[in-house]
């Protein structure tokens, strides 16, 4: 079947580092995706990747292990702006159905 | 407008009511999604319309009904809904055919079925 696990809750203080990692298990795979959702909105595209290996964009970075089934999201200096739910999604096919986590809430503190 | 709207923002209804959400995208995609969002489970895809015909539906219960008549404009037509139902819908869109075809939300409809 098809899973994927990403914790739950992760707290952090302002300034800090955050890692949220991401495990999948898919019959198809044609890359990893991770969205941020701010409470009460849409929820916004951070990063793709397809191939292995580490994806920086400013202050966040994303890995990608394709034998493993594995990648994170790495937050850097962290803002409070930050808080939100960051959602995991493997695409399953060419066209683009995504596989969604149940999301992992941040909450940063100052 | 810009981006993907959905209206309307918040529906509060009865077991026994008829409406319907509405989600327009004015990105010029190619395909339309349906997602069911509860608490602290993970986004459920509902429907997909690629090309304006239905390419998904994952075993979605009858009383959720979608109408895709255009490429800009995705329905759900909701009826003898059960409590359970309430969550947040969320209407997506992507350009198939991309490598990184990221899908872009709507801000979403909150429900809530009495």
């Known amino acids: 079947g098809q899973n994927i696990d990403q914790p739950t809750e992760m707290t952090a203080t302002e300034g800090a580092i955050v890692q949220i990692n991401c495990t999948y298990q898919t019959s198809g795979f044609n890359g990893l995706f991770w969205y941020q959702q701010h409470a009460g909105e849409a929820p916004t595209f951070l990063s793709y990747?397809?191939?292995?290996g580490l994806e920086e964009k400013g202050r966040f970075s994303s890995f990608l292990s394709r034998s493993k089934g594995y990648s994170y999201l790495l937050l850097k200096e962290l803002q409070m702006k930050d808080s939100a739910s960051y959602l995991c999604a493997a695409s399953t096919d060419s066209w683009g159905k995504l596989q969604f986590g149940a999301g992992t809430q941040v909450v940063v503190t100052p | 407008e810009t981006g993907v709207t959905q209206t309307p923002r918040h529906l509060v209804m009865g077991m026994t009511n008829k409406k319907s959400l509405k989600c327009e995208q004015h990105?010029?995609?190619?395909?339309m999604y349906w997602y069911k969002q509860s608490a602290k489970k993970p986004l459920e895809l509902m429907f997909v319309?690629?090309?304006?015909?239905?390419?998904e539906n994952n075993s979605v219960p009858s009383r959720f009904s979608p109408e895709c008549p255009n490429s800009s404009h995705l329905f759900l037509h909701l009826h003898t809904l059960q409590p359970e139902d309430s969550a947040l819908y969320l209407c997506?869109?992507?350009?198939?055919?991309?490598?990184?075809?990221?899908?872009?939300f709507g801000p979403g409809t909150r429900l809530t079925v009495l």
């Open positions: 990747n397809v191939l292995d």
């Open positions: 319309y690629s090309l304006e015909e239905r390419v």
């Open positions: 997506a869109s992507s350009q198939e055919g991309r490598r990184n075809n990221e899908q872009f």
């Open positions: 990105l010029g995609h190619n395909a």
